[in-house]
């Protein structure tokens, strides 16, 4: 199946820092790429919607400003947490859409980042 | 709008014992649906789907659904699981024509020896 891939997989950054995260579709175009947010022992919270090219589309209560997303190109999205606080300690993971897979997305092996 | 119910949070079985994890979803219309399992502290893989044809569904790792549409469930189904199949496992559903995925709360599948 088409393989996505997350960088780094762990991040430890001290609060008031930003720290990006790279998500990347190794053998396929993704137009759109998804940004998710996992508590501990929790299900995914989709943050936002990432479009090749254009702004992304974010979820009722996230922070746009905050959570800045960029999707230059059709295989790399990226994930920046502007001054980071601990409260946004957590398990994030992107997904992409294979354009003509009928609707399967792919996920990323996701990203762990810690703010102390 | 949508919603996935995944009606046990925790699902103990002993290896080699047939197992079934249950899901339910709400829409008012066509739906794709979707499990994926979760090993720790990685990503989500996707186990199998359904989108449209057979209602029964067969993926990897031996595991295998069934889309019930009167009873909108899909519930995941194993006849005989492994100590490697522990981990947590995701039903998830979006629209026909939505890019976005809903996801239940997961169930977390423990094979005891």
């Known amino acids: 199946g088409a393989v996505v891939s997350q960088h780094p997989s762990w991040v430890i950054c001290k609060s008031g820092t930003s720290v990006k995260i790279e998500c990347r579709s190794l053998?396929?175009?993704?137009?759109?790429m998804f940004w998710y947010r996992q508590f501990p022992k929790q299900s995914l919270m989709l943050m936002a919607t990432s479009n090749e090219g254009s702004k992304a589309t974010y979820e009722q209560g996230v922070e746009k400003d905050k959570f800045l997303i960029n999707h230059a190109s059709l295989t790399l999205s990226t994930l920046t947490v502007t001054s980071a606080h601990p409260e946004d300690s957590s398990f994030y993971i992107c997904s992409a859409r294979e354009g003509h897979s009928g609707n399967t997305i792919y996920f990323g092996e996701g990203s762990w980042l810690t703010v102390v | 709008a949508q919603s996935v119910t995944q009606l046990d949070s925790q699902v103990p079985v002993f290896e080699e014992a047939p197992v079934e994890l249950r899901c339910n979803y709400s829409s008012s219309v066509s739906v794709y649906l979707f499990w994926y399992v979760q090993y720790p502290n990685q990503g989500l893989q996707l186990l199998l789907k359904?989108?449209?044809?057979?209602?029964l569904v067969k993926g990897i790792n031996g595991f295998e659904a069934e889309f019930n549409k009167s009873q909108t469930s899909f519930h995941l189904r194993k006849p005989s699981v492994h100590i490697s199949d522990t981990a947590e496992y995701f039903c998830?559903?979006?629209?026909?024509?939505?890019?976005?995925?809903?996801f239940g709360k997961g169930t977390k599948l423990t094979v005891n020896p």
């Open positions: 053998d396929f175009q993704a137009t759109t």
């Open positions: 998830a559903v979006n629209q026909g024509g939505s890019e976005k995925l809903v």
């Open positions: 359904y989108l449209s044809g057979s209602t």
